[in-house]
């Protein structure tokens, strides 16, 4: 069995090749898509090409520039032709939980904005039903008590994210996450909406009808599953 992160580097580097010269790329956040920027950069090098980015996180702007890729705002950009992103979970019908680290938000908008979505995945991404992995939650600072009681409310096991250091974990926009234990989504599209309706609720972390392709590892080799 390959090491994770050889793994991530395999799919990584194995969706960069999807980006073709004149493209408007998204780039997602995590690190397996730090491997998809990586290799990006060395082909816009090598190859002479002509990419543009936006990005779904500081983190990966960072990434991005310092490697010497564009990286536009999304409000003047017009058409995103790819976006390439990890996820936390995915299942055989290319729906996924997203936001283990916290760029849910960022992810799903570049997401919807994008003609084209290609996962990448280490062989511990792939389930059969969702919902082992924490489900997160972006809410709204303001009230965001009476968020966590609703859920507690429901039977729900939930935890306010907390940073490496034991302090609230703040996303990019300022909010907070709230991380739902459900261990398994019967329902994810009825969950999804549910999540959304709850005032104070930004996004949730269920990527449903997102994912055209996801790039991922079965058996010790890069496999791809279409949706
Ligand atoms: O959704 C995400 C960040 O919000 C990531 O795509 C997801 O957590 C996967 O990360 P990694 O590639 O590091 O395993």
Known sequence: MKQINEQKQLVGEA?????????MVGLGTGSTVYYTILKLAQRIK????????????????ELAKSNGI??????KVEHVDLTIDGCDEFDPLLRGI?????ALLFEKIVAAASERNIWVADSSK????????????EVLPFGHT????????EGMEAAIRQAPDGTT?????????????LQEINDPTALSLWLNSIPGVIENGLFINIAD??????????????R
């Open 46 to 61: 090598a190859e002479g090409l002509n990419i543009q980015t936006v990005s779904t996180s500081k983190r990966t702007t």
């Open 15 to 23: 969706a960069a090749a999807y980006i073709e010269d004149g493209m």
């Open 70 to 75: 564009t990286v536009l705002d999304l409000n």
């Open 213 to 226: 392709k996801v790039i991922f590892i079965k058996d010790n080799a890069v496999q791809e599953m279409q």
């Open 126 to 137: 792939a389930v059969k039903q969702l919902g082992k992995f924490p489900l997160p939650v």
């Open 169 to 181: 974990y703040y996303t990019d926009s300022g909010n907070i996450i709230i991380d739902l234990y």
């Open 98 to 102: 997203k936001g283990g680290g916290g």
């Open 146 to 153: 009476h968020v966590l009681r609703t859920f507690k409310n």
